[in-house]
C-alpha cells in the first residue's frame, strides 16, 4: 500500500519540473502538518525544511518574501495538485494550530487567486472571515487580502455584500490594522454594490465616516476620507437630499486637511461651482473665507468643528486651525462677545508652542480678536444721497 508521502512525491511528479528548486523554504512551515514529512526535496526532507523555516519565519524579511515566491511559483503546479494541497491548507487553518497559522495563511491566501480554485469560494469566504479580528496583525492583513481577492470573483459579488454590516463594525475596532482593512474592503464592496446610490446603508456609512478624518493613523484618516469622496460621486434619489448635512458637515475637517480632490467632489455635491474652482486651483484661504461666507449660520458650528484641531499634534493642521478660528472670529465678534472671549481662551495655550509660526500666528490672532474694529464714516446709506446730487448736478433735467 502507498504510503501517503509516496502518494505525494507521486502527484508532484510533474510539478517537479515547473517547481524546481523555487519551492522556498517558508514553503515548508506551511506543510510541515500535512501527511508528507518524509518527502524528499533540495536541502533535504520537507520536515527539515519546515523546522529551520519555522524558526526563521518570524524574525526573517527575507524567509516572509521567500514564502510569497513559493506561492506564486506554486501557481505553475498542475490544477490537481494544487486544489488537493489548497483543502489540506484549508484543513489547517480550521484547525486554528498557532504554531503553523502565519505560513499556512499566506499560502492560502496567494493560493486563492487561482481561478480554477473558485468553486471552493463559498466555504472559504467563512474561513478567512474567522481571521479577520486576529490578534496577529500579520494574520489580519492576510484575511482582508483574501477576502479582497473573493471580492473579485463575478459570483461572490452579491455574497459579500452581506459583509457591509460587519465591515461597518470593524471600523469601531481599536486595532487600526483591523480599520485600515476594513476601510480598504469596503471601497471595493462599494464598486460592485447594486443600486448602490440609493441604498440606504450608503448614508450609514457617511455617518461612520466622518469621525475617522481625524484619526491617529494616517491610513486611516486617507483611507475615509476617499470613501466618503467616492460616497458622495455615487449618491442618488433620497438618499442626496440626506447626505446634504454630512457633506457640508464634512466641509471644514476636509478644508484643514487640505484634501483637494474630496473638497471638489464635496463642491460638486453641494452644487457649490463657486467653492469647486477655488478647490480645483487650491486657493487654500479663498476656500474658508467662501466656507464661511456661504452660509453665515453655521459660523458656530464650524468653529466647533476647527476648536479640537488646537490639540492636533501636525504643526500644520493646528496653524490651518488658527488661522481658520481667526476668520471666524471677524464674523462673530461684532454679534457674540462671549463667543469672542472663548476663541481666546482656547488659543491662548499655543501661545507656548513648541512651533515658532505657531506661536506667532496665535498672538496676532489673539490681539486681532479682542481689538475692536472702528467704524468706517462712509456706507451705504450716507454714499446713496450723495451720488443722487453728483448725478443731477452733472446731469440737468433737459428744459422743455
Same mark, same amino acid.
Given at each position: 500500500m502507498?504510503?501517503?508521502?509516496?502518494?505525494?512525491?507521486?502527484?508532484?511528479?510533474?510539478?517537479?519540473?515547473v =517547481?524546481?528548486?523555487?519551492?522556498?523554504?517558508?514553503?515548508?512551515?506551511? &506543510?510541515?502538518a500535512?501527511?508528507w514529512?518524509? #518527502?524528499? &526535496?533540495?536541502?533535504g526532507?520537507?520536515?527539515?525544511?519546515?523546522?529551520? &523555516?519555522?524558526?526563521?519565519?518570524a524574525c526573517?524579511?527575507?524567509?516572509?518574501?521567500? #514564502?510569497?515566491?513559493?506561492?506564486?511559483?506554486?501557481?505553475?503546479?498542475?490544477s490537481?495538485?494544487?486544489?488537493? +494541497?489548497f483543502?489540506?491548507?484549508?484543513?489547517?487553518?480550521r484547525?486554528?494550530d498557532?504554531?503553523?497559522?502565519?505560513?499556512?495563511?499566506?499560502?492560502?491566501v496567494?493560493?486563492?487567486?487561482c481561478?480554477?480554485?473558485?468553486?471552493?469560494?463559498?466555504?472559504?469566504?467563512?474561513l478567512?472571515? $474567522? @481571521? *479577520?479580528? /486576529?490578534? $496577529?496583525l500579520?494574520? &489580519?492583513?492576510?484575511?482582508?487580502?483574501?477576502?479582497?481577492?473573493?471580492?473579485?470573483?463575478?459570483?461572490m459579488?452579491?455574497?459579500?455584500?452581506?459583509?457591509l454590516?460587519?465591515?461597518?463594525?470593524? !471600523?469601531?475596532?481599536?486595532c487600526?490594522? *483591523?480599520? *485600515?482593512?476594513?476601510?480598504?474592503?469596503?471601497?471595493n464592496?462599494?464598486? @460592485?454594490?447594486?443600486?448602490?446610490?440609493?441604498?440606504?446603508?450608503?448614508?450609514?456609512?457617511?455617518?461612520k465616516?466622518l469621525?475617522?478624518?481625524?484619526?491617529?493613523?494616517?491610513?486611516?484618516?486617507?483611507?475615509? +476620507?476617499l470613501?466618503f469622496? %467616492?460616497?458622495?460621486? +455615487?449618491?442618488?434619489?433620497k438618499?442626496?437630499?440626506?447626505?446634504?448635512?454630512?457633506?457640508?458637515? $464634512?466641509?471644514?475637517?476636509?478644508?484643514?486637511?487640505?484634501?483637494?480632490?474630496? !473638497?471638489?467632489?464635496a463642491?460638486?455635491?453641494?452644487?457649490?461651482?463657486?467653492?469647486?474652482?477655488?478647490?480645483?486651483?487650491?486657493?487654500t484661504?479663498?476656500?474658508?473665507?467662501?466656507?464661511?461666507?456661504? %452660509?453665515? /449660520?453655521?459660523?458656530?458650528?464650524?468653529?466647533?468643528?476647527? =476648536?479640537?484641531?488646537?490639540?492636533?499634534?501636525?504643526?500644520? #493642521?493646528?496653524?490651518?486651525?488658527?488661522?481658520?478660528?481667526?476668520?471666524?472670529?471677524?464674523?462673530?465678534k461684532k454679534?457674540?462677545?462671549?463667543k469672542?472671549?472663548?476663541?481666546c481662551?482656547?488659543?491662548?495655550?499655543?501661545?507656548?508652542?513648541?512651533?515658532?509660526?505657531?506661536?506667532?500666528?496665535v /498672538?496676532?490672532?489673539?490681539?486681532?480678536?479682542?481689538?475692536?474694529?472702528?467704524?468706517?464714516?462712509?456706507?451705504?446709506?450716507? #454714499?446713496?444721497?450723495?451720488?443722487?446730487?453728483?448725478?443731477?448736478?452733472?446731469?440737468?433735467?433737459?428744459?422743455r
Open positions: 502507498m504510503t501517503d508521502a509516496g502518494f505525494l512525491m507521486a502527484r508532484c511528479g510533474r510539478a517537479r519540473a =517547481l524546481h528548486d523555487e519551492m522556498p523554504l517558508a514553503a515548508g512551515a506551511a &506543510c510541515q500535512l501527511p514529512p518524509a #518527502l524528499p &526535496c533540495a536541502g526532507t520537507w520536515l527539515e525544511r519546515a523546522e529551520r &523555516c519555522q524558526r526563521r519565519f526573517s524579511p527575507e524567509a516572509q518574501h521567500c #514564502l510569497l515566491a513559493s506561492d506564486r511559483a506554486m501557481r505553475g503546479a498542475p490537481h495538485l494544487r486544489c488537493w +494541497i483543502h489540506q491548507l484549508a484543513r489547517l487553518l484547525r486554528e498557532q504554531f503553523h497559522q502565519l505560513p499556512v495563511m499566506a499560502f492560502f496567494e493560493l486563492l487567486e481561478p480554477d480554485l473558485a468553486d471552493m469560494d463559498e466555504e472559504v469566504l467563512p478567512v472571515q $474567522s @481571521y *479577520v479580528q /486576529s490578534e $496577529s500579520e494574520m &489580519c492583513r492576510l484575511a482582508f487580502r483574501g477576502l479582497v481577492t473573493l471580492l473579485k470573483r463575478p459570483k459579488k452579491r455574497r459579500m455584500q452581506s459583509l454590516p460587519d465591515s461597518m463594525e470593524w !471600523l469601531q475596532h481599536a487600526r490594522e *483591523v480599520c *485600515v482593512g476594513s476601510l480598504m474592503l469596503l471601497r464592496i462599494l464598486s @460592485y454594490l447594486e443600486q448602490k446610490g440609493s441604498n440606504p446603508i450608503v448614508l450609514q456609512l457617511a455617518k465616516l469621525p475617522r478624518f481625524d484619526d491617529e493613523d494616517s491610513r486611516v484618516r486617507e483611507l475615509s +476620507i470613501l469622496k %467616492d460616497l458622495l460621486e +455615487i449618491v442618488v434619489g438618499n442626496k437630499w440626506n447626505l446634504k448635512q454630512h457633506a457640508q458637515r $464634512s466641509l471644514v475637517p476636509l478644508f484643514l486637511h487640505a484634501s483637494q480632490e474630496a !473638497l471638489v467632489s463642491a460638486q455635491f453641494l452644487k457649490w461651482e463657486e467653492l469647486k474652482q477655488l478647490a480645483r486651483r487650491a486657493e484661504w479663498k476656500i474658508g473665507e467662501y466656507v464661511l461666507l456661504r %452660509d453665515r /449660520s453655521r459660523a458656530e458650528q464650524h468653529l466647533c468643528l476647527s =476648536l479640537p484641531y488646537l490639540e492636533n499634534p501636525d504643526a500644520s #493642521l493646528r496653524e490651518a486651525a488658527v488661522r481658520f478660528i481667526g476668520l471666524i472670529g471677524q464674523q462673530v454679534r457674540r462677545k462671549e469672542v472671549q472663548e476663541m481662551t482656547a488659543l491662548q495655550p499655543l501661545e507656548n508652542d513648541a512651533e515658532p509660526l505657531v506661536r506667532c500666528l /498672538s496676532q490672532t489673539i490681539m486681532n480678536l479682542r481689538v475692536p474694529r472702528r467704524a468706517s464714516r462712509f456706507h451705504l446709506g450716507a #454714499l446713496c444721497p450723495w451720488l443722487q446730487r453728483a448725478w443731477v448736478r452733472w446731469h440737468p433735467p433737459a428744459r
